[in-house]
């Protein structure tokens, strides 16, 4: 496996009870750690509750407001920019996997126990991904 400037966070799958991993890069930890100090959370608490019921988490059609405002307030045309959470998760294992061609890197970031959930996930071709895959040294 290659570094990563980012850490590793280690949390369970709300949809699979499975272990997983996700990264943050050290301004993202700074920015989170500024907000769980001034929104006065504890461990058990959401980081973004919902306005509604402040024991849950935001709801995706508040966090796609959210986005959408930011993306607004920057002057950006908002239909280039994919608000739905699926498709933020998936931007940056595809980008890894097109940079190194490294299926089983991806699969390990994701927390796949099966290389054809990756490969699904991913949205390419499988015969093209095992060739790829197995061409690469581990």
Excluded at 57 to 84: M, V
Aim: hydrophobic share 35%.
């Amino acid at each position: 496996m290659r570094e990563f400037s980012a850490e590793a966070y280690p949390c369970c799958s709300a949809k699979t009870g499975s272990p997983v991993q996700f990264e943050i890069t050290p301004k993202t930890g700074e920015s989170i750690l500024a907000w769980v100090k001034k929104a006065v959370l504890k461990a058990s608490d959401c980081l973004f509750k919902s306005r509604i019921n402040k024991v849950e988490h935001i709801s995706t059609r508040q966090y796609n407001r959210i986005f959408r405002g930011w993306i607004e307030k920057l002057g950006l045309d908002a239909s280039l920019y994919s608000t739905y959470s699926f498709s933020l998760r998936k931007n940056k294992p595809y980008f890894i996997y097109k940079k190194t061609e490294n299926l089983r890197e991806v699969q390990f970031l994701l927390g796949h126990k099966k290389l054809e959930s990756t490969v699904r996930y991913l949205g390419i071709e499988v015969d093209d991904a095992l060739e790829i895959s197995e061409s690469i040294k581990t």
